[in-house]
């Protein structure tokens, strides 16, 4: 990350230290954290201490696939429920910089339009699962 020498606090920003694929630490630097000091100096330090983690926020944009916890969601395209222990597919949204998700049926959602790298949580599938839904990705 580079941080121009000359940087001045405008109005309060934030940073984001990603921890894993959906856990994110959010620094908010205002006025308060900055004590006076230079944005730059009290960045630098973050840097130095946390290393290459630390960026500056990043928007998910792949869909998540999972096994619908509750069956407590409905389907975005058809409206029902989606049942627990179904697998349903999530499209990233953010409300005020909060991460959500608008959900589908596997069958609501066109998967031809999607490769493998675009899915976050293929892994967590079932390997005849996994299988299915591969087999509806882009070729």
Not at 51 to 66: A, D, Q
Not at 109 to 127: H, N, P, R
């Amino acid at each position: 990350m580079k941080i121009e020498p000359e940087l001045k606090y405008m109005k309060p920003a934030k940073l984001a230290f990603f921890v894993g694929n959906y856990d994110v630490f959010h620094l908010k630097i205002d006025v308060d954290l900055l004590g006076g000091k230079n944005p730059k100096e009290v960045l630098d330090i973050f840097i130095k201490n946390i290393g290459k983690s630390l960026f500056t926020s990043k928007r998910e944009n792949r869909l998540k696939i999972e096994y619908a916890r509750s069956g407590r969601a409905k389907c975005k395209k058809c409206n029902e429920t989606i049942e627990k222990e179904f697998i349903r597919l999530g499209a990233p949204f953010y409300y005020q910089d909060h991460l959500s998700f608008r959900w589908f049926h596997e069958n609501c959602i066109d998967l031809t339009k999607y490769d493998k790298d675009m899915l976050a949580g293929l892994e967590v599938l079932s390997e005849n699962d996994r299988k299915r839904i591969e087999k509806k990705l882009k070729k």
